[in-house]
């Protein structure tokens, strides 16, 4: 048995790898240390001495000691982590692919001459909906953020092409012009359309950070892990900007885990 650890600033997710048979685990993060990491093992309630190799990825997981319990600690950078991750999750066969990691903040990696390399990221992510949410109407649930973001209409607060200019090129008339314009002349606003605006301005985000470093590269898809762009509200906004560019986001039901994943993957090809 192989285990992973993708050490986030908010969740810690953990991946299981027995025979090919995985499972999956997600604690909320804490500091990195030895210590956490046998706290987490405890947790998991295996039989420590099934396990093989333990990956640790992302935080300040390469400051972990080289063994534990007498188990080898692997450390694995997070960009192979992610580019593994997608590579694993999606069955990618492709020898140029982009992924995009959506967690607290934004990381853009790219396959390129057989290596994945560091395209760039964005502060914006899950932190930025949530410390938003948080000022605009105290809720940092990201689940209870979705659900009010689906219920509202951004366009309440949001200022759309069609509403402030003439026809654009090929902008379709609800392309957004300008996120958040309309709070300039009221603050009356529901929690609903607050939470949906902002949602959709993170995807946005995200989303054209995601097609320029497509175009960069040269390819018409990006590759989702974590857990942001798995949100109804922020994935709308994204695949909006993406489509803008004639790129397709590729979604999986296991993303969240996808550095975990990918972890795993890295020991498999390089132990």
Known sequence: MNLAFDFGITNT????????????????????????????????????????????????????????????????????AIGYGAKELYKITDSEFLAVSTGTGTA?????????????????????????????????????????????NRSELDALIGEVVNNIGSLHPNVTASNFAKARISNNFSDEDLASSLANMVGEVIGTISYLNAMLIGVNKA????????????????DARLKLANIVGQYNDRQRFGNAIGAIAYLNANT
């Open 223 to 238: 590759y989702y892990v974590g857990r942001v762009s798995q949100l109804e509200g922020v994935k709308k906004g994204l």
């Open 13 to 80: 997710d953990i991946v299981s790898s027995d025979d090919g048979t995985m499972d999956y685990f997600s604690f909320p993060s804490e500091s990195v240390t030895d210590e956490s990491l046998k706290k987490f093992l405890n947790s998991l309630k295996l039989d420590i001495s099934k396990i093989n190799k333990i990956a640790v990825t992302g935080g300040k997981s390469s400051d972990l000691s080289d063994s534990l319990l007498n188990i080898p600690v692997i450390k694995v950078n997070e960009v192979d």
């Open 108 to 152: 853009c990696i790219g396959l390129i001459n057989n290596e994945f390399k560091h395209l760039g990221g964005i502060s914006v992510g899950g932190g930025t909906l949530q410390g938003l949410s948080n000022l605009l109407f105290n809720e940092v649930d990201s689940e209870i953020i979705n659900k009010l973001a689906t219920e509202g």
